[in-house]
């Protein structure tokens, strides 16, 4: 039986008892502003010198108005840049899934109420796969929209270039809802092909996952495309990029107080902070360079209307207990940045289990336009 134990504080509010989406019920990552409660990171040397929110982070308004019910905060990892589900200071979470599987993080909390039933939609901040990875893990739709087109005042920065609202459900048609809600746009641009980088799958999963995922791409009602110019030379490109540009703006948002409370975070999130800190300006002056090349090849490689599918992790959920083995984390934050990176929409849609563990793929598709992911996930998967 799931408790509340995912929530950090709860505030059951319904601002309007009729609207869209007054049958829904969601939960915001610690990170996204409430009002009257305090915004905080996961960590509670940092929330307790903050003052509480005056309003409500813009979204979450726009949400509101339209009918749906605010449950209350959920629980992020500590620090929200670790994509194990942990955190030090806070409860150990189970996933509710598979009991045996990790959460996934950084919104760890949204996502455990959402795979719960206990809500319906889970809000938190996409940055470094932190809705993507608990949605991955949990077999929820995950979606990072294009950058811009929602507004994101109000949620706690992370990285100023990666930071993104992101939406979590078990339902495709809610995020579609959402995502028309918010932004107005309704436009239905045809879906024109389907392709998967299958180099990566290849690359990255076991030679029997591998196959298991190929049998499931066979059975799907749609025309797949092989795209081999998606390699493991080029994921290793976009993990530098992000983890340099996310390191300098970690360290310039966020040095100073770490390198003077040195809070006692999880292992995981602070070996990766340990790699990411320490990045020179002018790294991250090339890093930027680089990130523009990087949008243009990979938008290069999808045609308008088109979609490309890749993993959304390089395995099924890892076990919950013991350490992530390191080629696991280290494909999994380049995995994550490819679309970050790219500047690019991301749905993560659940798709198969490996060994019981819940395993997504990811349908990328050029800016802005996002409403073909929803197309082909309530289409064909």
């Avoid at 930071?163 to 436009?187: H, M, W």
């Avoid at 088109?306 to 890892?318: D, F, H, M, R, V």
């Avoid at 990176?341 to 490996?354: R, Y």
Wanted: with cysteine; proline share 4%.
């Amino acid at each position: 039986m799931i408790g509340d134990d995912f929530l950090v504080e709860a505030v059951g509010r319904q601002d309007t008892p009729r609207g869209l989406l007054s049958s829904q019920k969601l939960v915001v990552s610690d990170c996204v502003s409430v009002r009257d409660h305090v915004t905080g990171i996961g960590i509670p040397a940092w929330a307790e010198s903050k003052d509480k929110s005056e309003s409500d982070a813009s979204v979450v308004a726009e949400l509101m108005a339209a009918g749906i019910k605010l449950l209350g905060k959920g629980q992020v990892d500590d620090f929200g840049t670790s994509s194990s589900g942990r955190n030090s200071f806070y409860n150990d979470l189970r996933n509710p899934v598979v009991r045996k599987c990790r959460v996934g993080g950084s919104s760890s909390g949204a996502a455990v109420a959402v795979a719960s039933g206990k809500a319906t939609v889970g809000l938190g901040n996409a940055c470094n796969g932190g809705v993507i990875i608990p949605a991955s893990y949990c077999g929820l739709y995950g979606y990072r929209p294009s950058p811009g087109i929602f507004d994101s005042r109000g949620i706690r920065t992370l990285s100023t270039t990666f930071d993104s609202v992101g939406f979590l459900s078990k339902s495709a048609p809610v995020l579609q809802q959402i995502y028309e809600k918010c932004t107005g746009n309704r436009q239905m641009l045809p879906l024109s092909g389907i392709k998967y980088a299958s180099g990566l799958f290849n690359s990255l999963l076991s030679e029997e996952l591998t196959v298991c995922f190929q049998e499931k791409l066979d059975q799907l009602s749609c025309e797949l495309d092989e795209d081999f110019s998606i390699s493991k030379l080029i994921l290793a490109q976009a993990g530098k990029i992000h983890s340099v540009i996310l390191g300098r703006e970690v360290d310039m948002e966020y040095g100073q107080w770490l390198d003077q409370h040195k809070p006692e975070l999880d292992a995981e999130t602070q070996g990766f902070l340990d790699t990411i800190r320490g990045f020179s300006f002018k790294d991250q002056v090339d890093a930027k360079k680089k990130k523009v090349l990087f949008s243009e090849m990979l938008c290069s490689a999808i045609n308008s209307g088109e979609l490309l599918i890749i993993p959304s992790t390089p395995g099924g959920a890892p076990a919950r207990k013991g350490e992530l083995d390191d080629e696991f984390q280290m494909n999994q934050h380049r995995l994550t940045a490819i679309a970050e990176v790219a500047g690019i929409p991301q749905l993560t849609v659940p798709f198969l289990s490996d060994d019981d563990a819940p395993m997504g793929v990811s349908l990328l598709a050029r800016p802005n336009e996002d409403r073909l992911l929803f197309d082909a996930a309530t289409r064909w998967f």
